[in-house]
C-alpha cells in the first residue's frame, strides 16, 4: 500500500535544503520502525517522493511525502512514531493511505499552492513584521485587471518570457499579509517571490524586504475544487502493523 505524510516546516529548518530533508527523513524512517518498502537491485534506497519541493528560506504547514509500505500501519501510529524521532523545526500532521497508482502520487495531483506574505521592517529582522500598507491593497486589483502580466522565467537551459496572470488564482491583502493562490506541479508552476516581484515593480516600490510561508499543497477534484493533498486519502484505521 502507499501513504501520504503531511508535515510542517519551520524555524531555522527553512534554510535546510531538500536534499538534505530528503536525507533526515530517510533516517527517522528507520528511527521510527516505519515499514517502508525499498527498490530491488544492488542498490536498494527507499521508495519516497516529494509532491513539491520547498524552496530555501521559506517556511510551510503542507509539505508532502509519498511513501510505499510493505506492512499496514495505522495513521495514528505512524504519526506517533515519526513526531518521536523528528528534530525541532519539522513536525508530522498527518499519515493517509492514498492509491495505489501513478496518477494518483503527489507530484502528478498537485495543481496549486497558497501562501502567506509577510512585510518585514528589515531584511534583518525576520521576526518584526509590518501591516500590508493602504496603497498595496489597492494597487493588487489594478494589477490583477491588466491584460497581461509578463516576465522572465528562468528555465534549465536559459530562460523565457511568461505571462504570469493566469497563473495567479487567487491574490488579496489582508491587514497582516498578502494571500496568494497560485499554480503549481509539473504543467505550471509559478513561485511567490516572482509574483510579488512583478507587483513590486508594477507599483515601484521594489527592495520591500519579504518573508513567505506556504499554507498548503493543493490538487483539483473531480468538481474543479482546490483542496489540500492530505484530502485525497484517508485515514488508516487500526492499531499494530498487520
Known amino acids: 500500500m502507499k501513504a501520504r505524510i503531511k508535515f510542517r516546516k519551520y524555524g531555522v529548518l527553512k534554510f535546510i535544503g531538500h536534499l538534505d530533508v530528503m536525507r533526515f527523513f530517510q533516517k527517522a524512517m528507520r528511527r521510527a520502525d516505519i515499514p517502508i518498502a525499498f527498490t530491488g537491485g544492488y542498490s536498494p534506497h527507499m521508495i519516497m ?8 528560506g521559506i517556511t510551510s504547514d503542507g509539505e508532502y511525502l509519498d511513501i510505499e509500505l510493505t506492512e499496514r500501519i495505522s495513521s495514528e501510529r505512524a504519526v506517533r512514531q515519526l513526531n518521536a524521532v523528528m528534530v525541532e523545526g519539522i513536525d508530522i500532521i498527518s499519515f493517509v493511505e492514498i492509491p495505489d497508482d501513478k496518477k494518483s502520487g503527489g507530484m502528478t495531483i498537485t495543481a496549486a499552492a497558497d501562501y502567506r506574505v509577510f512585510l518585514l521592517e528589515s531584511a534583518e529582522s525576520l521576526d518584526v513584521r509590518l501591516p500590508v500598507p493602504e496603497t498595496w491593497r489597492e494597487n493588487i486589483t489594478t494589477f490583477l485587471g491588466k491584460t497581461e502580466v509578463k516576465v522572465w522565467k528562468k528555465t534549465k537551459k536559459s530562460g523565457k518570457e511568461v505571462d504570469i496572470l493566469p497563473m ?17 506541479g509539473s504543467e505550471q508552476n509559478l513561485k511567490p517571490e516572482l509574483v510579488m516581484e512583478a507587483f513590486l ?37 487500526g492499531g499494530d502493523a498487520l
Open 168 to 184: 495567479i488564482y487567487e491574490m488579496r491583502a489582508d491587514e497582516d499579509s498578502i494571500y496568494l493562490l497560485l499554480a503549481a
Open 201 to 237: 515593480t508594477d507599483i515601484e516600490e521594489q527592495g520591500s524586504p519579504l518573508c513567505y510561508h506556504r499554507l498548503d499543497l493543493r490538487a483539483r477534484r473531480a468538481d474543479g475544487a482546490l483542496v489540500p493533498l492530505s484530502d485525497m486519502g484517508k485515514e488508516i484505521k
Open 49 to 56: 517522493s516529494f509532491a513539491q519541493p520547498l524552496g530555501v
